[in-house]
């Protein structure tokens, strides 16, 4: 895998599955009675969130804690940001610190690749993670996505997932259909003409205005949020139109195959994309998204963050029988532990 995770480019078909292999370790170690490894003990991220978040933060903080990560909370509103400080001088102050970890939120997109590249000096081992910029990409979501459908559906090959909603402004859709189609789905696109991006150049992907047509055919139905801060005109006639021809409703979620998966990144606008039953649904995973979030950002953070070489802290902390956390780790007994405990151990 790459230095950073900035784009779903950065990883192979092989990264994804052993990111979905670790996942597995991760979602392990979360249910243990102490859920805690010291597998990035003296490793420091900072997040760098320039864009509202509830669940990509909170999953990423609930990740790095679990794994015994320092963190460096940034805030935009509380920061030298409302003196005037650039974007520049503001990462080489964290960088400064001493961190080994950048996950960055911003409304540009490409912010996340221009922090890489400032901070990429040769001497530099610090792992940009982008956590969403604009309407370009969000790589995790993906991953996490890839993760949810595969633990229902096992492999994704000629599985055919379709995107419905806001597909131009969404960096989840982005995201997801490069991913889901570097695992062998079939991805479909599914929105009002003026909510398609304005070319499929560079989307493994097909196109259509018509949900209706694709309900019986498709193994998982993605509904996305209507990006109100993102667009900068009037896009569809109302909501209420929107809603009629794109929302999921239950007549809809009827069509659907018995064992079809409803999907949603969050936030939901229930009774626009979809009704506020069928986000109830026994066949919607929303909440499993949100709980794999956490297991999978934490075989990210590991990979990207956790270093092989003995002399490191890190994995003297993790070898250490006489650490307290390893102890008390030991000590519950469950028999996940010391599979998870192999996993992460970098030794
Ligand atoms: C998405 C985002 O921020 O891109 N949410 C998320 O990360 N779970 C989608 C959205 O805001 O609609």
């Given at each position: 895998?790459?230095?950073h995770?900035?784009?779903?480019?950065?990883?192979?078909?092989?990264?994804?599955?052993?990111?979905?292999?670790?996942t597995?370790?991760?979602?392990?170690?979360r249910?243990?009675?102490i859920?805690?490894?010291?597998?990035?003990?003296?490793?420091?991220?900072a997040?760098?969130?320039?864009?509202?978040s509830?669940?990509?933060?909170?999953?990423?903080?609930?990740?790095?804690k679990?794994?015994?990560?320092?963190?460096?909370?940034?805030?935009v509103?509380?920061?030298?940001?409302?003196?005037?400080?650039?974007?520049?001088?503001?990462v080489?102050?964290i960088?400064a610190m001493g961190?080994?970890?950048?996950?960055?939120r911003h409304s540009?997109?490409g912010?996340?690749?221009r922090i890489a590249?400032?901070?990429?000096a040769?001497?530099?081992n610090?792992?940009?993670?982008?956590?969403?910029?604009?309407?370009?990409e969000?790589?995790?979501?993906?991953?996490?996505d890839?993760?949810?459908?595969?633990?229902?559906?096992?492999?994704?090959?000629?599985?055919?997932?379709?995107?419905?909603?806001d597909i131009r402004?969404?960096r989840?859709a982005?995201?997801?259909?490069?991913?889901f189609?570097k695992?062998?789905?079939?991805?479909t696109?599914?929105a009002?003409q003026?909510?398609?991006p304005?070319?499929?150049?560079?989307?493994?992907a097909?196109?259509?205005?018509?949900?209706?047509?694709?309900?019986?055919?498709?193994?998982i139905c993605?509904?996305l949020?209507?990006?109100?801060?993102?667009?900068?005109?009037?896009?569809?006639?109302?909501?209420r139109?929107?809603?009629?021809e794109?929302?999921?409703?239950?007549?809809?979620?009827?069509?659907?195959?018995?064992s079809a998966?409803?999907m949603?990144?969050?936030?939901?606008?229930?009774?626009?994309?979809?009704?506020?039953d069928?986000?109830?649904h026994?066949?919607?995973?929303?909440?499993?998204?949100v709980?794999n979030?956490?297991?999978?950002?934490?075989?990210?953070?590991?990979?990207?963050l956790?270093?092989?070489?003995?002399?490191?802290?890190?994995?003297?902390?993790?070898?250490?029988?006489?650490?307290?956390t390893?102890?008390?780790?030991?000590d519950?007994?469950d028999?996940?532990?010391?599979?998870?405990?192999d996993e992460?151990?970098?030794s």
């Amino acid at each position: 895998m790459t230095k950073h995770l900035l784009s779903i480019d950065d990883v192979s078909r092989d990264d994804i599955d052993s990111l979905l292999k670790l996942t597995d370790g991760s979602a392990d170690l979360r249910t243990r009675r102490i859920p805690r490894s010291p597998a990035l003990r003296g490793k420091t991220v900072a997040w760098l969130f320039y864009e509202d978040s509830t669940r990509t933060r909170l999953s990423f903080e609930t990740a790095a804690k679990t794994l015994s990560a320092d963190t460096l909370n940034f805030s935009v509103n509380s920061s030298s940001v409302n003196k005037g400080e650039s974007l520049r001088d503001t990462v080489e102050t964290i960088g400064a610190m001493g961190v080994d970890g950048i996950v960055v939120r911003h409304s540009c997109a490409g912010v996340p690749q221009r922090i890489a590249n400032w901070i990429d000096a040769p001497s530099s081992n610090i792992a940009v993670i982008n956590a969403g910029d604009g309407a370009h990409e969000h790589p995790t979501q993906a991953l996490l996505d890839l993760y949810t459908a595969t633990k229902h559906l096992g492999s994704l090959e000629g599985k055919h997932i379709a995107f419905v909603g806001d597909i131009r402004h969404s960096r989840v859709a982005r995201s997801g259909a490069a991913a889901f189609a570097k695992m062998g789905a079939q991805v479909t696109l599914v929105a009002p003409q003026t909510l398609l991006p304005p070319s499929l150049e560079g989307w493994q992907a097909e196109a259509t205005n018509d949900f209706d047509s694709v309900l019986a055919e498709v193994d998982i139905c993605y509904l996305l949020r209507m990006q109100l801060e993102r667009q900068n005109a009037a896009l569809v006639p109302s909501l209420r139109e929107y809603r009629a021809e794109y929302g999921l409703n239950q007549t809809r979620a009827k069509r659907l195959k018995d064992s079809a998966l409803i999907m949603h990144p969050g936030p939901m606008n229930r009774d626009v994309e979809i009704a506020g039953d069928v986000a109830d649904h026994p066949n919607a995973v929303i909440t499993d998204q949100v709980s794999n979030g956490v297991a999978l950002r934490m075989a990210v953070l590991f990979n990207l963050l956790a270093v092989t070489d003995d002399d490191d802290a890190t994995s003297a902390a993790v070898t250490d029988d006489d650490d307290a956390t390893s102890a008390a780790v030991a000590d519950d007994g469950d028999a996940t532990s010391d599979a998870v405990t192999d996993e992460m151990d970098p030794s």
